[in-house]
C-alpha cells in the first residue's frame, strides 16, 4: 500500500455526555468486545497500509491504554508501526491541538520524514468496514487532489454531518457543515485521502493564516480551486459521536447480517486480546436476542440489549432494551429499560431505571456498595 | 554469562489415548477444555504467573494443533528476546536420531536447551492437567529445604491411591520409597508429576539413566535412581484444585465442574488469569427463542436453539429448536435445527445436520473399547459430519465425513463406532 495512515480521535465531544467524561470518544466500547478505533485501524491494516499514526489529546488516557500495543492490529513491524501523538512542549509551542488541521501541522516531522506519496485520513470514531485499495486507485483515476469518502445517508439527522454536492463527475462543488437545510442527502464520512505533499503543502499554508481545521480551511475553502472528489461508499457506515448514534450502532448488532458483515465476512475487525473467561449463564438466566460478552456473568433476564465484557447481572434482575458497559455489577431485583448503564458502575438491589420508549438515560454509579 | 534461575519443560508429548477419539489427531495438550481453552494453557499460564519466563515444550505425537496454538506464545507474553517459549520436537543429530522414548529420555534429548539458559533450577511439567499453582512457592519450599529434588504431591483417597504414583514419607516430607501404582499404598499422597531438580543433580541423573534405560522414565528410573543414591527428595504438598483429565469421564466430570454457580475452580478471578490464544473476538448472540441455563459460553457463539448444563466452545452455531443437554461442545461446530444432543462432546468443527439425535438409548457399554466408551458419552471426531436425521447412540465413536448410507436404517446403535468411508470432511 502506497499510503500512510492518520486517524483523528482527538476532538472533545459532549454529546455522548457522561459517558465521555473520562473517555476519548475513540475509545468508546462497541459491540461488545470492540472500542471505536478498532474498526478505523482494522480498516487501515486489512487495506495493507502499515504505517498508521493516532492523534489525540481530549481524554487520551483510556486510548493510549487500548493502544499499548500494537501486535493486535499487526502494526508489531519494523518498518512503519502505530504511533500515538499527543500534544508536547518543545522549545517553541506550548499549545493544545486547535484544530484538526493544527493537530497533523503540529506532527509535521511524521508526514515530512515518511515516503509514502498518499496519505489516508480517517475519523477515529465511525463504524465501517472499507478497502481503501479501492478508494486509493479510484483517487488516482480520477486525478483528484483530495477524495473523500461520502456515503448516502437517509433520515433526519444530517445536520449532523458534512453534506457534500456533486456533479456528474462525482466533483464535489459545494460542501456544507452542519448545515441546517441540507441540499442533499450525500454525507462525507470523514475519511479522506490527498497526496502526502500536497498535504504538508496546504497544512503549511493555512497555518501561517492561522487557520486550524481540515473541513473549513481545506476542504470548504479550496472546494473550487482544488479537485476534491467524492468517493460513495454506500455500505454499512454509523459516526458513533450522539447518544443515540451511539445507542443504535450498538444494537445494530443484533441483526444477523450486521454480525456477518463485520466478525465473519473476510477481512473481519481486530481488537486487543483482553483475557476474560467465558461468559457464564446460572440457573435463572433467561437472555434473548441480546449480545453477551467474554467474562460476563449472567443470573437474570436479559433481552433485546448488548452486555460488554464483564458485566454481572444478579438474579431476579431484569435488562431490556438497554446497553451495559464493561465491569458492571447489576445486583439483585433490578429492572432497567432503555438505559445505557456506563463501565465499572455499580447498581444496587432494587434499582429500578426506566426510561420512556424514544428516550436513553445514562447511568453513572461509581459508589462501592456492600452485600 | 546470563542465567535464569529456574527453566520449565513442558511434557507436552503424550497421546493420552484414554481420551479415545478426541486425541487420535490431537495430542492431549491441545484439547479443548472449558470453552476456549486448551488443556496446556494452564500449566503455560501457572508459568508466567509464576514468573517462570523460560519454558520448553515438548512435542511428539500429533503436534500440528499445538504448534499453531503456542506459536511464539504471545497470549502468554512468552514471546521474549532471551527465554520464552520453545517448541522442542525430535530431531535427528549425526550420531542418533530418535523418537523421545520416555519422559526423562525427552529431557536428555534436550540437555543442551537447558544448559544455554545455565539455570539453577530446572522444573518439570505434564501439559495434561487442570490447576491453577504457583511454582515459585514450590521453589521456595524447595530451596528452605535444601532438597535435591522436590515432588509436588496431592492427597487422593486412600481408596483410589492404587491408580497413581505413590510417595511415601518421613514426617510427610522427607521421601523414603516411590511405588508406582500400588496394590496396597502405604500413604495417600499422590505425584502430579510436577519435579522441581537443581539442575546439576538432574544433568548427571539423565546421563547415567540414559545409558542403562533405553527408554528413561522420571517415575520409573530417574527417581528411584536418586533415591537409592540417598539424594535429598522432598514432597510438597498442594492443596488447590487439581484434576487430572486423562479419562473421558475425567475430562467431561472437570468441564461440567465450571457451570457450577460457584465452581471450585474459579477461572473469574481476576488474579492469577488463565491465557489462551484468542482468535475469536465477537461477542456471544443469544437469539429471540433461545433459553440458555447453567452454560458457559466461548467468544462468537451464536444460539438460537436451547442449551442446558453444557460447555460451548467458540464461534459454535446452534440452529432453531435444537436441544443441548449435558454436553461439551467444542469450537467452530455447526449444529444445525431440530437436533437433539444428549451427554455428548463434539470436536472442533464437526457439522451436525438437521434433526440428528445423538446421545439417546440404552446405555450399552462400548463393545470394542469398553474401558473408554463406558459412562454414557458419545464423542465425535474433529471436522465430522453427521447427515440428516442420523440417529446416534450412547458410547458412540464416530470420524469422519459420513453420507447417510453408511447408516443402516438411520441409526447408530449405542456401543458402537463408526469410522466414515469417505475420510475427513
Not at chain 1, 96 to 110: H, K, L, S, V
Not at chain 1, 272 to 290: H, T
Not at chain 2, 220 to 239: R, T
Request: hydrophobic share 40%; glycine share 8%.
Amino acid at each position: 500500500m502506497r499510503a500512510l495512515g492518520i486517524i483523528l480521535a482527538g476532538g472533545k465531544n459532549e454529546r455522548l455526555k457522561d459517558l465521555t467524561v473520562n473517555t476519548a470518544l475513540a475509545a468508546m466500547p462497541i459491540a461488545g468486545s470492540y472500542r471505536a478505533i478498532d474498526f478505523a485501524l482494522s480498516n487501515m491494516a486489512n487495506s495493507g497500509i502499515n504505517k498508521v499514526a493516532v492523534v489525540t489529546q481530549y481524554n487520551s488516557r483510556p486510548l493510549v491504554e487500548h493502544l499499548s500495543s500494537s501486535k493486535w492490529w499487526d502494526f508489531g513491524r519494523k518498518h512503519g508501526g502505530l504511533f500515538v501523538f499527543t500534544p508536547y512542549l518543545t522549545h517553541d509551542n506550548s499549545l493544545w491541538y486547535r484544530g484538526t488541521a493544527d493537530a497533523i501541522n503540529q506532527n509535521m516531522e511524521y508526514l515530512k520524514t515518511s515516503h509514502e506519496p498518499y496519505a489516508i485520513i480517517s475519523s477515529g470514531d465511525a463504524v465501517c468496514k472499507i478497502d481503501f485499495n479501492k478508494v486509493l486507485a479510484y483517487h488516482v483515476e480520477k486525478r483528484a487532489d483530495i477524495t473523500i469518502v461520502c456515503k448516502h445517508v437517509e433520515g433526519e439527522d444530517l445536520h449532523r454531518y458534512g453534506v457534500v454536492q456533486v456533479d456528474d463527475d462525482n466533483r464535489i462543488n459545494e460542501f456544507e457543515e452542519k448545515p441546517i437545510i441540507p441540499m442533499g442527502n450525500l454525507v462525507s464520512t470523514g475519511m479522506y485521502i490527498i497526496r502526502r505533499r500536497l498535504l504538508i503543502e496546504m497544512l503549511e499554508a493555512i497555518a501561517k493564516e492561522e487557520r486550524f481545521d481540515i473541513v473549513s480551511d481545506i476542504i470548504i475553502r479550496y472546494r473550487k480551486q482544488k479537485k476534491i472528489y467524492a468517493y460513495v461508499h454506500d455500505e454499512y457506515w454509523k459516526s458513533v459521536a450522539s447518544l443515540p448514534s451511539y445507542y443504535n450502532a450498538n444494537l445494530d448488532f443484533l441483526d444477523k447480517d450486521v454480525r456477518n458483515y463485520f466478525f465473519r465476512q473476510d477481512p473481519t475487525i481486530m481488537s486487543k486480546v483482553e483475557d476474560e473467561p467465558p461468559a457464564k449463564f446460572n440457573v435463572g438466566s433467561l437472555v434473548r436476542n441480546s449480545l453477551s460478552s467474554s467474562g460476563c456473568i449472567i443470573n437474570g433476564e436479559v433481552h433485546n440489549s448488548m452486555l460488554f465484557r464483564k458485566v454481572f447481572i444478579g438474579r431476579n434482575s431484569i435488562v431490556k432494551n438497554s446497553i451495559i458497559l464493561n465491569g458492571t455489577y447489576i445486583g439483585d431485583n433490578c429492572y432497567i429499560e432503555n438505559c445505557i448503564v456506563d463501565s465499572k458502575c455499580n447498581i444496587p438491589n432494587g434499582s429500578v431505571h426506566k426510561a420512556e420508549v424514544g428516550e436513553i438515560e445514562i447511568i453513572v454509579n461509581r459508589e462501592p456498595f456492600y452485600l | 554469562m546470563r542465567k535464569k534461575e529456574m527453566v520449565a519443560m513442558l511434557l507436552a508429548g503424550g497421546q493420552g489415548s484414554r481420551l479415545g477419539i478426541l486425541t487420535s489427531y490431537v495430542a492431549k495438550p491441545a484439547v479443548a477444555f472449558g470453552g476456549k481453552y486448551r488443556i496446556i494453557d494452564f500449566a503455560l499460564s501457572n508459568c508466567i504467573n509464576s514468573g517462570i519466563d523460560t519454558v520448553g515444550i515438548l512435542t511428539q505425537y500429533q503436534p500440528l494443533q499445538l504448534n499453531r496454538h503456542i506459536g511464539i506464545g504471545i497470549p502468554w507474553d512468552l514471546d521474549r528476546n532471551y527465554g520464552g517459549a520453545t517448541l522442542l520436537p525430535p530431531y535427528i543429530s549425526s550420531e542418533s536420531g530418535d523418537w523421545y522414548t520416555g519422559t526423562a529420555n525427552a529431557i536428555y534429548q534436550n540437555m543442551s536447551f537447558i544448559d544455554y539458559y545455565n539455570p539453577e533450577y530446572v522444573i518439570i511439567l505434564g501439559g495434561d492437567h487442570i490447576y491453577k499453582m504457583d511454582y515459585e512457592m514450590m521453589l521456595n519450599y524447595h530451596k528452605q529445604n535444601n532438597a535435591d529434588v522436590t515432588i509436588s504431591v496431592y492427597k487422593v483417597p486412600l481408596e483410589e491411591a492404587h491408580e497413581f504414583g505413590i510417595l511415601n514419607t518421613e514426617d510427610g516430607r522427607k521421601i523414603i520409597e516411590f511405588e508406582e501404582k500400588p496394590a496396597n499404598p502405604k500413604s495417600d499422597l499422590a505425584s502430579m508429576g510436577i519435579y522441581i531438580f537443581n539442575w546439576s543433580t538432574l544433568k548427571s541423573a539423565l546421563k547415567i539413566m540414559e545409558e542403562t534405560h533405553e527408554n528413561s522414565d522420571f517415575g520409573k528410573h530417574i527417581l528411584p535412581y536418586l533415591l537409592e543414591k540417598g539424594a535429598n527428595l522432598i514432597a510438597y504438598e498442594f492443596d488447590g484444585f487439581w484434576k487430572d483429565v486423562g479419562t473421558l469421564e475425567a475430562y467431561w466430570q472437570a468441564n461440567m465442574e465450571l457451570i457450577d454457580l460457584v465452581p471450585e475452580f474459579n477461572l473469574y478471578e481476576p488474579y492469577w488469569k488463565i491465557y489462551t490464544k484468542n482468535e475469536i473476538q465477537p461477542p456471544q448472540f443469544l437469539g429471540p427463542d433461545s433459553n440458555v441455563e447453567t452454560c458457559i459460553l466461548g467468544d462468537g457463539v451464536e444460539i438460537e436453539g436451547q442449551v442446558y448444563n453444557s460447555v460451548i466452545g467458540s464461534n459454535v452455531m446452534i440452529g432453531k429448536n435444537t436441544i443441548i443437554r449435558d454436553s461439551i461442545i467444542m469450537s467452530s461446530t455447526i449444529i444445525k435445527d431440530n437436533a437433539v444432543i444428549e451427554r455428548s462432546i463434539i470436536s472442533e468443527g464437526c457439522i451436525i445436520d438437521e434433526n440428528v439425535v445423538m446421545g439417546v438409548g440404552d446405555n450399552t457399554i462400548n463393545v470394542e473399547f469398553p474401558k473408554i466408551y463406558w459412562s454414557g458419552l458419545t464423542v465425535i471426531g474433529e471436522r465430522t459430519y453427521i447427515p440428516e436425521g442420523i440417529k446416534i447412540g450412547k458410547n458412540c465413536s464416530l470420524y469422519g465425513n459420513f453420507t447417510k448410507e453408511e447408516f443402516t436404517d438411520g441409526i447408530l446403535e449405542s456401543g458402537t463406532n463408526l469410522l466414515a468411508k469417505g475420510g475427513e470432511l
